[in-house]
């Protein structure tokens, strides 16, 4: 059974940056497609970021296009998210969660499509 926890939430000001952690326990990350998602107070959960197993495939939501970088290192199971210019819009709690199968690509960012999730990480953006 895989198991995800995210670390590195916090509060930062507005301009500031921080880098989450999601680390995989249980089963490797190779054969897993991770993808970060976040929710803010009042709203549906929104697809953040997808890497593919191999990396080889990398999307960003538009609204982060630019500020965040999405990367995996295998070897220690465990998949980052760098965020740089935050602003008060990415406050919100962040998940990481995969799956083990390919999906559409139209779906990558669709929480629905996901079997395993971490507990979550908050971020508040705020001066």
């Known amino acids: 059974q895989l198991q995800l926890v995210e670390s590195g939430g916090g509060l930062v000001q507005p301009g500031g940056s921080l880098r989450l952690s999601c680390a995989a326990s249980?089963?490797?990350?190779?054969?897993?497609?991770v993808a970060w998602f976040r929710q803010a107070p009042g709203k549906e959960r929104e697809g953040v970021s997808y890497?593919?197993?191999?990396?080889?495939?990398?999307r960003y939501a538009d609204s982060v296009k630019g500020r965040f970088t999405i990367s995996k290192d295998n070897a220690k199971k465990t998949v980052y998210l760098q965020m740089t210019s935050l602003n008060s819009e990415d406050t919100g709690v962040y998940y990481c969660?995969?799956?083990?199968?390919?999906?559409?690509?139209?779906?990558?960012?669709?929480?629905?499509?996901?079997?395993?999730w971490g507990q979550g990480t908050q971020v508040t953006v705020s001066s």
């Open positions: 249980g089963l490797s990350l190779n054969y897993y497609h």
């Open positions: 890497i593919s197993s191999t990396a080889g495939t990398i």
């Open positions: 969660a995969a799956r083990s199968s390919y999906v559409d690509t139209d779906l990558i960012l669709d929480p629905r499509m996901y079997s395993y």
